[in-house]
């Protein structure tokens, strides 16, 4: 059974940045295309960021191009998420989440999902 713990979220300071981590067993790593998820408060959960299994190709949500990084190290079987110059509307629990080979932008797609790790961002 594939199982995703995430970890690194916390309270940081607008224009701060945090990286959270997503370390995955049950299955092999590279075969995975890794997705960021977050939910706000009264909002539906919404993408981030992911990266296909293989190739190095990674997807952003408009919000965060420039300011967040997706990386993953197969050694590690970790998934990380770089977030800097966060702001207040970053604010959410972020969910780390995988599925097969190819990275995709809709939540449905994903078969397997993490707690989820608090990040939350004061003025």
């Known amino acids: 059974q594939v199982q995703l713990v995430e970890s690194g979220g916390g309270l940081v300071q607008a224009g701060g940045s945090l990286r959270l981590s997503c370390a995955v067993s049950?299955?092999?790593?590279?075969?995975?295309?890794m997705g960021w998820f977050r939910q706000a408060p009264g909002k539906e959960r919404e993408f981030v960021a992911a990266?296909?299994?293989?190739?190095?190709?990674?997807d952003y949500t408009d919000s965060v191009k420039g300011r967040f990084t997706i990386s993953r190290d197969n050694a590690k079987n970790t998934v990380y998420l770089q977030m800097n110059s966060l702001k207040p509307e970053d604010t959410a629990i972020y969910y780390c989440?995988?599925?097969?080979?190819?990275?995709?932008?809709?939540?449905?797609?994903?078969?397997?999902w993490g707690q989820g790790t608090q990040v939350t961002v004061s003025s």
């Open positions: 990266a296909n299994s293989f190739g190095g190709r990674t």
């Open positions: 989440a995988a599925r097969s080979l190819l990275a995709s932008t809709d939540v449905e797609k994903y078969d397997y």
């Open positions: 049950g299955r092999t790593f590279s075969t995975l295309a």
